[in-house]
């Protein structure tokens, strides 16, 4: 399938808008300050993941629920995961974020602490042995997805009801919640938003997340054709933006959320 045409109005536009947005002064209201809280390279994780996760509905909202996850887990979500007690975890039966409840939460809490007893990060979760991070389709992020939800789903304590919330392309999900978190996780540049700890996965392997703002602006643009927003919409939307920045397709993904949520478009 070949890209749309882009006018250069369009691509200076973008080129613009992402250097406005992919500033630190941009993240206050933004779901990536939770992590930004923290300097400890698994708090940032843990957080960055649930930020990404609760990320649907208002903003402010959003900051206010991870925020009272982060004070449940006594400000350090590492030491909390790895070290709490069963009676530590009674203070979790109230918490609720629109559909995510206490029953999510807690399998949250699990499997990180079942993880974390053998991992040191959670890049490991999101790899394959099967695909080289030298790849340069969008195949590694691809079946990282994939495999992060069965690994994630597969544990005996699992709750069938959390599996809403952790997407896979396997059902042609657009999985906007997952890749925004490895863009957090993986993008690099010297701007101070984005962390870039992980380095198994490159930025030009990632695909932007389709957020309601995202896909708004795409299509009024004319970067997005397609009528359904599902994995195949990433992958085309993604495959446009790389002609403009082959090395860092996502830096865009400032820019069409910034156009849609500060009103412009």
Sequence with gaps: MSSPSISPAVVALLNQKADQYNRPSFIDRDPISIPHRFSRRQDIEIMGFWAAVLAW????VILKKA????????????DFVRNHQETDLKRFLAFKHRT?????????????????QQHDSLEDAFLTNGVS??????KPV???????????CCDPYFPERTRKHIATPARNSSCKR???FLRWMVRQDDRGVDFGLWTRIR???LLIPIDVHVNRVARSLGLLTRPQTDWKAVIALTETLRTLDPT??????FALFGLGVEGEM
């Excluded at 509905?57 to 402010?60: A, V």
């Excluded at 991070?133 to 969008?138: I, L």
Aim: net charge negative; glycine share 4%; proline share 5%.
């Design 178 to 180: 997952l890749l925004m």
């Design 100 to 116: 995510f409840n206490a029953t999510d939460a807690l399998y949250f809490l699990h499997f990180f602490h079942s993880y974390y």
């Design 57 to 60: 509905g208002q903003r402010p």
């Design 133 to 138: 991070s030298t790849d340069q389709s969008f």
């Design 248 to 253: 860092d397709p996502v830096r865009y993904d």
């Design 203 to 205: 930025s030009n392997q």
């Design 67 to 78: 925020n009272e996850l982060i004070d449940l887990m006594d400000g350090a979500p590492y």
């Design 142 to 152: 691809e079946e990282g997805l994939i495999a992060f939800h069965d690994r994630f």
